[in-house]
């Protein structure tokens, strides 16, 4: 099946405690991407990358880092959680090229950083 | 970068009436422009797009219309059932070709 996860789901921790949020894709997908998404805000894009070992900065990608060492795995990084990163995060992955774009996002992880 | 607004932000229908949501977006150069729906406690997903060389698109019961020209673009449901009832999404991809960029959103109600 053709899918987009991501671990953990849930997550309370706290401030300044590093924490890694793993995505993985087995569409054989180009692109990846980080967004969080808080009320009345939208989803907005963290990170994003094209391909292996590329990748680049979205609209707030502040107290964020991320790697894409192998082509099926986008993991997302706090090295020093705060409380404002407390949020839901949604790992999306698609085709790079074609006639659509379509994202297919993950499940999503709901963080709390007290 | 492309900035793109979505309103409203709340619909109420009565089932069976129709719904539109609009969007207006910034960057000229966009040219794909997606619209997701997020159920309550789902992940967002892919309901309809349209490219910048078509005016309108049409699945079933949903509809998307694109004014390049005024830089806006619209979701039209029809005949809306209890199901409808979601957060929808527009997004414009931007002129790096690297990414959606969405609005706030829109949260339908179906009333019965």
């Known amino acids: 099946e053709a899918q987009v996860t991501q671990n953990p789901r849930y997550l309370i921790t706290v401030t300044g405690k590093k924490l890694t949020v793993t995505c993985s894709q087995n569409?054989?997908?180009?692109?990846m991407s980080w967004y969080r998404q808080d009320p009345g805000l939208g989803l907005r894009q963290i990170y994003y990358?094209?391909?292996?070992?590329?990748?680049d900065k979205g609209d707030v990608p502040e107290g964020y880092k991320v790697s894409r060492k192998e082509k099926r795995n986008f993991p997302l990084i706090l090295e020093s959680p705060s409380p404002n990163q407390t949020s839901l995060y949604f790992c999306a992955s698609s085709r790079a090229s074609g006639s659509t774009y379509e994202q297919y996002f993950g499940p999503g992880t709901r963080l709390t950083v007290t | 970068g492309e900035n793109v607004e979505q309103h409203p932000s709340t619909l109420s229908v009565q089932e069976g009436d129709s719904a539109v949501i609009k969007c207006t977006y910034s960057d000229s150069a966009s040219n794909y422009f997606p619209w997701y729906k997020q159920e309550l406690g789902k992940r967002p997903q892919l309901i309809i797009d349209?490219?910048?060389?078509?005016g309108e698109k049409k699945d079933q019961r949903i509809a998307v219309t694109l004014n390049k020209t005024a830089k806006h673009f619209s979701l039209h449901i029809t005949e809306t059932q209890p199901e409808d009832s979601a957060v929808y999404f527009c997004a414009a991809m931007d002129r790096r070709a690297d990414g959606l960029t969405f609005g706030k959103g829109t949260h339908l109600i179906i009333q019965p």
């Open positions: 349209i490219r910048s060389n078509v």
């Open positions: 569409m054989n997908h180009e692109y």
């Open positions: 990358s094209m391909n292996v070992e590329v990748t």
